[in-house]
């Protein structure tokens, strides 16, 4: 399990974060295997994250917190707008921020006492028995959610029948999104959809190449008299690709992810351009610690930026949350507002040491029932 160590002067890092994010992107040998993409941008999202989580525990704060009572010009400091200043500028963001800062007390006020709006991807799997999705769809509902995922993409009957059936089960009034994590090509995409447009999805989520811009763009302008809009972003590697996303058209719905890009400097710049271009965010929270990092950033957004949770919400699964000292708290299907210092990013011990490669007691086991090759008695 590795750890980040660092030295006394760490408050150097946080009073000119922008500065060394850009170092940390911008050293040359790193830029040549990347640039701020694949395995070297995930790294770099590691790294920064860490720090996020290091320095809200130094204040005894939330991440979300951390953000919140941040002056617009600290905040803004932490941004390296290099290759979008074309779509906001720092002076931008200090004044969108700003301009939010009338009614922060009660936005904060809410989301402690309410929380924050979440949908469900529990009930659409593929591969669920009827049986099950109409089981969960009854489950969620009593739970107080409102909007369900539904996966599609594998056959065309199916993916009708399974939305004829969620609709059934949940009603008009509530919102079925569906998700297609990147299974057609751009004409593909606009016929397929075509043919669920009866059931009234709210978006399709991931039609086709998360790098395809003007594919994307060419969707959104075919399903708009549909009423459907065209969700991404899960998998769109840095905030460039974003302004583009965002310039095209291409997406209706943003989706960012907390560990996908560079950490929470980039997220943020991401949320500057979404609000400065009117698209809400929705972020993208699977299991795996998703959910519980990507709650804070959505909630800063409601109580600084946007302030608002219409038409915004965040996915919620409902695995993995046992590994986490501090998992997420959704209740009537609100994610409830983190009190602990830190991003919620922390393993518990047990479960860390529990899924070491290749010492840990699961690998262990799934080497000796033969489910995976035990390195240790490789002969390379």
Not at 76 to 101: G, H, K, N, W
Not at 305 to 315: A, F, K
Request: net charge negative.
């Amino acid at each position: 399990m590795a750890y980040l160590v660092v030295d006394k002067d760490a408050g150097d890092i946080f009073r000119n974060f922008g500065a060394f994010w850009r170092q940390l992107t911008s050293e040359s040998q790193l830029r040549w295997i990347g640039p701020e993409k694949g395995v070297v941008h995930l790294a770099t999202a590691a790294i920064v994250n860490a720090l996020w989580d290091l320095w809200a525990r130094v204040e005894h704060k939330p991440l979300w917190k951390l953000l919140v009572d941040m002056e617009p010009e600290t905040l803004v400091s932490t941004i390296d707008f290099r290759y979008i200043s074309d779509v906001v500028t720092p002076e931008e963001a200090i004044q969108m921020l700003r301009a939010a800062a009338p009614g922060k007390v009660q936005r904060e006020r809410l989301l402690r006492n309410v929380g924050y709006p979440a949908y469900t991807t529990q009930v659409g799997w593929l591969g669920y028995s009827s049986k099950l999705v109409a089981e969960l769809c009854h489950k969620y509902l009593s739970m107080g959610f409102t909007s369900f995922k539904v996966k599609v993409g594998q056959d065309i009957e199916d993916d009708r029948r399974r939305c004829a059936m969620v609709r059934e089960v949940i009603g008009w009034e509530n919102k079925l999104m569906v998700d297609a994590n990147q299974r057609w090509d751009v004409k593909e995409s606009i016929e397929w959809m075509q043919k669920l447009s009866e059931f009234k999805p709210l978006w399709i989520e991931e039609p086709t190449s998360p790098d395809d811009i003007l594919g994307h763009a060419t969707i959104s302008e075919a399903l708009k008299p549909l009423g459907i809009g065209v969700a991404t972003g899960e998998m769109i590697c840095n905030r460039v690709m974003f302004k583009q996303f965002l310039q095209a058209g291409a997406m209706q719905f943003c989706q960012i992810d907390s560990c996908r890009i560079g950490g929470v400097n980039e997220i943020l710049s991401v949320y500057l351009m979404a609000h400065k271009l009117g698209v809400p965010v929705c972020p993208h929270a699977g299991g795996v610690g998703l959910c519980e990092m990507v709650q804070h950033l959505q909630m800063f957004d409601f109580v600084c930026l946007s302030g608002t949770s219409e038409g915004r919400m965040i996915e919620y699964v409902d695995q993995e949350h046992e590994h986490f000292e501090n998992p997420v708290v959704v209740r009537q299907a609100h994610y409830q507002a983190p009190l602990s210092p830190g991003y919620s990013t922390k393993l518990k011990t047990e479960s860390a040491a529990n899924y070491e490669y290749p010492h840990g007691s699961v690998w262990q086991k799934l080497f000796a029932e033969n489910i995976f090759p035990d390195p240790s008695k490789s002969s390379h």
